[in-house]
T-cell receptor, first 112, second 114 residues
Framework: GQSLEQPSEVTAVEGAIVQINCTYQTSGFYGLSWYQQHDGGAPTFLSYNALDGLEETGRFSSFLSRSDSYGYLLLQELQMKDSASYFCAVRAGTDSWGKLQFGAGTQVVVTP | DSGVTQTPKHLITATGQRVTLRCSPRSGDLSVYWYQQSLDQGLQFLIHYYNGEERAKGNILERFSAQQFPDLHSELNLSSLELGDSALYFC?????????????FGSGTQLSVL
């Protein structure tokens, strides 16, 4: 089967740095994505890693290690608006294009 | 606004009933995905269609079915509804040409089964 593990909640103050880890077990791995979801809202795409290494997009960076089946999302210079749930998602499987499976999500709480 | 339209936004029904959720993807997108999100839960993958054909299937119950029509809109049919089917159902779309495409999510349909 397929599984993704990420912490359920992280709390940090404005301006701080937060790292959300994601470990996965899959067959036929294609890549790791990250999505953000504010309360009551729709998930929105943040990043995608297919190869090992760090991808940087503004204050957010994402890292992947395929050999360790591990990735993380790094949120820098935290702002109040970053309070949201963050989901890692893995596209994997043996059928055509695989399944895009999401983790249970990490609730990030940013305090003043 | 993601460009993905889901209707209705809210649906209240009773156990045993059948409902249809509708999704219109972004203009030009050929792939449509359906996800279920229960309270405090992650997004559970249900099914993926590409240009009218089923591409991948998740743990979708036999009571649930979906299809994508020639105009590319999609419908998710939920029948013999149970209390546990109460959830937020999201549709997402992507162009459908590359496996690493980002998904654009609609605002969801909140289903309440009473």
């Amino acid at each position: 089967g397929q599984s993704l593990e990420q912490p359920s909640e992280v709390t940090a103050v404005e301006g701080a740095i937060v790292q959300i880890n994601c470990t996965y077990q899959t067959s036929g791995f294609y890549g790791l994505s990250w999505y953000q979801q504010h309360d009551g809202g729709a998930p929105t795409f943040l990043s995608y890693n297919a190869l090992d290494g760090l991808e940087e997009t503004g204050r957010f960076s994402s890292f992947l290690s395929r050999s360790d089946s591990y990735g993380y999302l790094l949120l820098q210079e935290l702002q109040m608006k970053d309070s949201a749930s963050y989901f890692c998602a893995v596209r994997a499987g043996t059928d055509s294009w695989g399944k895009l499976q999401f983790g249970a999500g990490t609730q990030v709480v940013v305090t003043p | 606004d993601s460009g993905v339209t889901q209707t209705p936004k809210h649906l209240i029904t009773a156990t045993g009933q059948r409902v249809t959720l509708r999704c219109s993807p972004r203009s030009g997108d050929l792939s449509v995905y359906w996800y279920q999100q229960s309270l405090d839960q992650g997004l559970q993958f249900l099914i993926h269609y590409y240009n009218g054909e089923e591409r991948a299937k998740g743990n979708i119950l036999e009571r649930f079915s979906a299809q994508q029509f020639p105009d590319l809109h999609s419908e998710l049919n939920l029948s013999s509804l149970e209390l546990g089917d109460s959830a937020l159902y999201f549709c997402a779309s992507s162009v459908g040409r590359q496996i690493n495409e980002k998904l654009f999510f609609g605002s969801g349909t909140q289903l309440s089964v009473l």
